[in-house]
């Protein structure tokens, strides 16, 4: 009969690094805030101390940190949605990502930074208005063997509807433009974003906390046909 012998090794862990400064977070679960390719090394996307503020970060080991910025600096943490970039809107701080391991990019979307804004645009039966609101900040990057990222543009996203009441709640989406309710994002709070494929098309989807125009109810709202550069 073979014997098992378990031997317990004192102090044997993992090393563990602190990526970010006092105040920096992932925010909310269900959000997916890393990357791991192999043989290459790890990307991580989290709030900056700063409450508006994505940053990203790479590892070629788990160990040390750094990023490079747009301009190719390397500096300890990059902006992700950089204030001058689109100024006078903001990202709200907590990000998710993204892989699409078959275009080698990251996906990155964020809430927005700015107060609730009420969402309108056309009163046409049957249109979809995104005129005002607040919105979600869309990018996409392409993950190089250095660990630097060459970015996209940054695409600002709004996504208000308007969908008829009855039957004291909501019925079906834009059917008529008698007793609307029209639903933009919840500003400051989380977004997600996913990427999907088959042999024939490919999708990028965003969903966010729904913010109603009156007291009926929506958990959440969601784009799921953006085209893979997110330009439509």
């Known amino acids: 009969m073979a014997a098992l012998t378990l031997f317990s090794l004192p102090d044997a862990r993992g090393a563990q690094r602190t990526i970010g400064t006092s105040g920096a977070n992932t925010g909310y679960s269900g959000q997916h805030n890393m990357i791991y390719k192999p043989g290459i090394g790890y990307w991580a996307f989290f709030k900056a101390t700063n409450a508006d503020r994505v940053v990203w970060r790479y590892s070629p080991?788990?160990?040390?940190?750094?990023?490079?910025?747009?301009?190719?600096?390397?500096?300890?943490?990059?902006?992700?949605?950089?204030?001058?970039?689109?100024?006078?809107?903001?990202?709200?701080?907590?990000?998710?990502?993204?892989?699409?391991?078959?275009?080698?990019?990251?996906?990155?979307?964020?809430?927005?930074?700015?107060?609730?804004?009420?969402?309108?645009?056309?009163?046409?039966?049957?249109?979809?208005?995104?005129?005002?609101?607040?919105?979600?900040?869309?990018?996409?990057?392409?993950?190089?063997?250095?660990?630097?990222?060459?970015?996209?543009?940054?695409?600002?996203q709004p996504i208000t509807i308007r969908i008829r009441t009855g039957n004291g709640g909501p019925e079906c989406q834009i059917a008529t433009n008698n007793n609307n309710v029209t639903y933009d994002p919840r500003s400051q709070r989380s977004a997600v974003i996913a990427y999907s494929s088959s042999t024939a098309e490919e999708y990028v989807s965003v969903a966010v906390d729904a913010n109603g125009s009156t007291g009926f109810g929506m958990g959440a709202l969601a784009l799921t046909n953006l085209t893979p550069d997110v330009t439509d």
């Not at 995104?130 to 990222?149: C, E, H, P, Q, Y």
């Open 61 to 156: 080991d788990g160990l040390t940190w750094s990023a490079t910025d747009e301009s190719g600096n390397k500096v300890t943490q990059a902006d992700v949605f950089p204030f001058l970039q689109i100024a006078p809107n903001a990202s709200w701080g907590n990000p998710s990502i993204a892989y699409a391991s078959s275009k080698n990019r990251v996906y990155v979307v964020a809430n927005d930074a700015a107060s609730d804004t009420p969402g309108g645009g056309s009163t046409v039966d049957g249109a979809q208005g995104d005129a005002t609101g607040n919105k979600v900040f869309i990018r996409w990057g392409t993950l190089n063997n250095n660990g630097s990222i060459t970015w996209s543009s940054i695409k600002p």
